[in-house]
């Protein structure tokens, strides 16, 4: 192999595994968790006694059991649903607003039976869950199937009009070097519209927006 193929492949491989390494090291805590932009992620965690104060109950018609978001995402949680409802389709809340604790037993879990490694592409360590921040929602659709949802028809309409409603895909394809996780189509995450209008429209994370647009 040529001399600068060895060095571009060096370089590839420098880059990739830098960021990669930078997941929770220098953690900064979190000072305004109360923000609807509030970055969380595997360099920014939330206190563990942190628990938002206007959490509120979504209509059971749109969630599985009983779920619960910050005020503002959960009414706008509702009109994306009853819209899409209106429209034929089932969009459906399964996971939302979780407590530090509740998470470090889902992720304790997890390492358990994935091992770590894979268990931190999917799972969120304590204080690093967008659960915890009440913003977050896992939904499914008419295939009753949260892990599958990218299959049902209500995937498609979900990218295209979340943003209407303030929620961006927070978790893309091809954007794990950045947002620390695996892709994920049924997590969203409310923003409000005009910062998910622009997320969207320039197919970008939470995380570059912040750093380039705010
Ligand atoms: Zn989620």
Not at 65 to 83: P, Q, V
Not at 131 to 136: D, I, N, P, S, V
Request: aromatic share 14%; charged share 30%; proline share 3%.
């Amino acid at each position: 192999m040529p001399k600068i193929y060895i060095w571009i492949l060096f370089l590839i491989l420098l880059m990739k595994g830098d960021s990669i390494m930078n997941f929770y090291k220098n953690i900064e805590p979190i000072h305004h968790p109360n923000d609807i932009l509030v970055l969380v992620n595997k360099n920014h965690k939330l206190d563990k006694n942190y628990v938002p104060k206007d959490l509120t109950k979504i209509d059971i018609s749109y969630a599985f059991e009983d779920k619960f978001m910050r005020k503002e995402a959960k009414d706008a949680f509702e009109k994306l649903s009853m819209t899409a409802k209106s429209l034929g389709y089932r969009i459906v809340a399964t996971s939302t607003y979780r407590s530090y604790e509740y998470q470090e037993a889902l992720y304790t879990q997890y390492v358990k039976e994935k091992g770590l490694e894979y268990a931190d592409l999917c799972s969120a360590r304590k204080g690093h869950s967008e659960h915890q921040t009440g913003l977050a929602v896992d939904v499914e659709g008419s295939n009753q199937d949260y892990d599958e949802f990218e299959k049902s028809p209500e995937f498609s309409w979900m990218i295209n009009h979340a943003h209407e409603f303030g929620f961006i895909l927070r978790y893309p394809k091809n954007k794990t070097n950045i947002t620390g996780f695996k892709y994920e189509p049924w997590h969203y995450r409310y923003v409000g519209h005009e910062v998910a209008k622009i997320i969207f429209e320039k197919n970008i994370t939470l995380e570059e927006y912040l750093k380039n647009f705010s």
